[in-house]
């Protein structure tokens, strides 16, 4: 064993769920920022695309843990189809949101939204949105 191979990198089990979730190649992606241009969330989002595919690419996993983008994410799919090199950070999103609901933490109760807001709501963004809430 060399000297400088007692530095390995330890491969974060949560970033390595989140990729093989997504599907996603992290490295690809060169921050030209196009995702978050075309984000219409992007101003609601504590971390915008670009930031969540660079926290991904740096192994940042308790930065995203603590990010609360992936509840503000719409999946209106633009930031995927704006990538010059077909990244997709709305995939990344999803599989953000995924692991949140098989863990336990969720952003709001499905219980707690309100019932006339309900009775409103288009039933295509009611179903959008709970898709959000369901494994």
């Given at each position: 064993m060399h000297a400088h191979d007692s530095h390995e990198v330890e491969v974060d089990e949560f970033i390595e769920n989140i990729t093989k979730m997504s599907g996603e190649d992290f490295s690809l992606c060169y921050q030209c920022g196009k995702c978050t241009a075309g984000c219409p969330?992007?101003?609601?989002?504590?971390?915008?695309?670009?930031?969540?595919?660079?926290?991904?690419?740096?192994?940042?996993?308790?930065?995203?843990?603590?990010?609360?983008?992936?509840?503000?994410?719409?999946?209106?799919?633009?930031?995927?189809?704006?990538?010059?090199?077909?990244?997709?950070?709305?995939?990344?999103?999803?599989?953000?949101?995924?692991?949140?609901?098989?863990s336990g933490r969720r952003q709001e109760e499905i219980e707690a939204l309100p019932v006339n807001f309900l009775k409103k709501a288009p039933q295509q963004a009611i179903v959008s949105g709970f898709r959000k809430y369901v494994p």
């Open positions: 969330m992007a101003d609601v989002m504590d971390f915008p695309p670009t930031l969540v595919m660079r926290y991904m690419q740096m192994g940042l996993s308790e930065e995203l843990k603590k990010a609360t983008s992936r509840w503000d994410c719409v999946g209106c799919l633009v930031c995927g189809s704006r990538c010059p090199k077909f990244c997709n950070p709305a995939k990344v999103m999803e599989s953000l949101r995924l692991d949140d609901i098989k």
